[in-house]
């Protein structure tokens, strides 16, 4: 099992910038990837950034790429999302995920879920 906790959600004005992270526990040795996506109210969930634990290399939603930035932190088993130049319409609830047998965006790959960090961006 892992257990996955999502932080650093809140408030921010159109412009702004936040920093998501995800603190990873239990079996993360067996994590292959871990992933972030967002859903909205009334939306499905969609695949936000995606990065490998071993080598490091990412991958990202074209609505976001050149704005956030994941990345992770082995010692910490942590993950990280950077976000920038953040827009209203990147509000939505924020979800860290572990997949352990794929690198996709494909939410179905992922097996493990946090509870969800709320990101709310004001215009």
């Known amino acids: 099992q892992v257990q996955l906790v999502e932080s650093g959600g809140g408030l921010v004005q159109a412009g702004g910038s936040l920093r998501l992270s995800c603190a990873a526990s239990g079996r993360t040795f067996s994590n292959n990837a871990m992933g972030w996506f967002r859903q909205a109210p009334g939306l499905e969930r969609e695949f936000v950034a995606a990065?490998?634990?071993?080598?490091?290399?990412?991958y990202y939603a074209d609505s976001v790429k050149g704005r956030f930035t994941i990345s992770r932190d082995n010692a910490k088993n942590t993950v990280y999302l950077q976000m920038s130049s953040l827009k209203p319409e990147d509000t939505a609830v924020y979800y860290c995920?572990?997949?352990?047998?794929?690198?996709?965006?494909?939410?179905?790959?992922?097996?493990?879920w946090g509870q969800g960090t709320q990101v709310t961006v004001s215009s």
């Open positions: 990065i490998r634990w071993s080598g490091g290399s990412t």
């Open positions: 995920a572990a997949s352990l047998y794929k690198y996709s965006g494909n939410r179905y790959d992922y097996d493990y």
